[in-house]
């Protein structure tokens, strides 16, 4: 798979944010970390994502998106879904958002967004934050990892099995 043309871009954006879209739902939210490479002969794409995101309970179904926007766009939307819980509202209802459908197997993308990488679970693991430099903990986790928005991350590594643009 040709994905990685893709990459420089993306990667340029999710700096300010990108969608990670999970469940049946297509609920959205903001990502702001998001790697792509080729592990184990395969591309995949890897994203972080908080015990505490509703996002979290969804992704666990082993599927994901990710819907990058093009430059400049979807900012009120990226500031919105990063700060809202699909838990407690329907975001894409909120905002006036359109799921894109991908495939039939897999979680629908953002329409109006100018790539989606769309991601099959391989693997995840739980961040020992014993394990990770003290600055970056104090920083991103502080004292207390009980404390939503400061609990570690699952780090999930999706085979990409499709990247759409254009769409
Ligand atoms: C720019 C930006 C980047 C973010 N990046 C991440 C991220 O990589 N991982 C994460 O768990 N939360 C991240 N967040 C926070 C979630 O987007 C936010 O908590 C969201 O409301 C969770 O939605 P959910 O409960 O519907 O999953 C980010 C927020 C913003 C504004």
Known sequence: MD????IGAAAEQ???GAFLVTGQEANPMTIGWCLWGR???????????????????????????VS???????????????????????????????RLKLSDEGI???????V????KVLFKCEMGLKNLNSKIRDRFYGPDETVPGKDPHTIYFGEIVAVHSGQ
């Open 116 to 119: 989606h990488f769309e991601c």
């Open 108 to 114: 629908d993308g953002i329409e109006g967004c100018a």
């Open 68 to 98: 990058v926007p093009a430059p400049g766009t979807f900012k009120k939307e990226l500031a919105f879904c990063g700060s809202r819980s699909g838990r407690d509202t329907d975001k894409l209802k909120d905002m006036g958002m359109a």
């Open 3 to 6: 994905f990685e043309k893709f």
């Open 14 to 16: 999710v700096k300010h």
């Open 39 to 65: 592990v184990w002969e395969r591309p995949v794409c890897t994203v972080f994502v908080r015990k505490s995101r509703y996002s979290h309970e969804l992704i666990e179904g082993g599927k994901f998106t």
